[in-house]
C-alpha cells in the first residue's frame, strides 16, 4: 500500500481535461514538502513531468500543470491528446520516513 | 546531457546478493547538489524508494530494505551502486537508478531500467 494515494484509473476523450489527484498526510504533502510529477510510458522509465508541485521542466507541454493544497496535489492535463496515454505517478518527501514515497500511479485511458 | 546507465545481472538465485551499478556521464558524481538513488517497480505494480548516496558518503534507505540494503559511490569511475542481500522472488523488479535534487527531492534523469529476476 502506498503512503501516497492516487485513483487507480482515469480515463478522457481527445481535446478534454483531466485531473489526477495525489493525497498524502502531515508528514509529507502536509509537512510542506513539494509533490512531483513524472509520466511513465508503457515499457519505458519514468519521466519528470512536474517538480515543486507546479514546476515543469523544459520541454513538457504547458497542457500539464500540477497543484497543492494542504496535504493533497493535482496533476491537470487538458487538451488530451493520444500520446498521453500512460501511468502517472505522483511523489513527495516524507519525514517519518526519512525518504522519498510515492503514489500508487493513475493509469489514463485515451478514449 | 546528463545520462544514467544500469549494469548488472539479470538473473540472481534466491538468498544470494544482488549487485547493480548506475554509471553517470554528463554530470558530477561529486556534487553536493544531487542525491544518487534507486528505485524499484515490481512487474506490473508502482515505484518503490529503495535509498540513496549523498555527496560525502552519507546514504539513506527506505525502512522496509534497510536491513539488506548497501549502496556505495566510486567517484572516480562515475558510478554508484546497489548491494541488496538475502533475495527472494519477492525482489523480482526492474531496478531504476536516478538523480534526486537535494532542494527539491525530485528526480530529473533516471536510467533506463534493468530487470533483475531472482529465480532457481
Known amino acids: 500500500q502506498s503512503v501516497l494515494t492516487q485513483p487507480p484509473s482515469v480515463s478522457g476523450a481527445p481535446g478534454q481535461r483531466v485531473t489526477i489527484s495525489c493525497t498524502g498526510s502531515?508528514?509529507?504533502?502536509?509537512?510542506?514538502?513539494?509533490v512531483h510529477w513524472y509520466q511513465q510510458l508503457p515499457e519505458t522509465a519514468p519521466k519528470l513531468l512536474i517538480h515543486g508541485n507546479s514546476n515543469r521542466p523544459s520541454g513538457v507541454p504547458d497542457r500539464f500543470s500540477g497543484s497543492k493544497s494542504g496535504t493533497s496535489a493535482s496533476l491537470a492535463i487538458t487538451g488530451l491528446q493520444a500520446e498521453d496515454e500512460a501511468d502517472y505517478y505522483c511523489q513527495s518527501y516524507d519525514t517519518s520516513l526519512s525518504g522519498w514515497v510515492f503514489g500508487g500511479g493513475t493509469k489514463l485511458t485515451v478514449l | 546531457q546528463v545520462q544514467l546507465q544500469e549494469s548488472g545481472p539479470g538473473l540472481v538465485k534466491p538468498s544470494q546478493t544482488l549487485s547493480l551499478t548506475c554509471t553517470v556521464s554528463?554530470?558530477?558524481?561529486?556534487?553536493?547538489?544531487?542525491?544518487w538513488s534507486w528505485i524499484r517497480q515490481h512487474p506490473g505494480k508502482g515505484l518503490e524508494w529503495i535509498g540513496y548516496i549523498y555527496y560525502g558518503g552519507s546514504t539513506y534507505y527506505n525502512p522496509s530494505l534497510k536491513s539488506r540494503v548497501i549502496i556505495s559511490v566510486d567517484t572516480s569511475k562515475s558510478q554508484f551502486s546497489l548491494k541488496l542481500s538475502a533475495l527472494t522472488a519477492a525482489d523480482t523488479a526492474v531496478y531504476y537508478c536516478?538523480?534526486?535534487?537535494?532542494?527539491?527531492?525530485?528526480?530529473?534523469?533516471w536510467g533506463q531500467g534493468t530487470l533483475v529476476t531472482v529465480s532457481s
Open positions: 554528463g554530470a558530477s558524481i561529486s556534487s553536493g547538489a544531487y542525491y
Open positions: 502531515s508528514s509529507n504533502i502536509g509537512a510542506g514538502y513539494g
Open positions: 536516478a538523480r534526486g535534487d537535494s532542494g527539491n527531492y525530485h528526480l530529473d534523469y
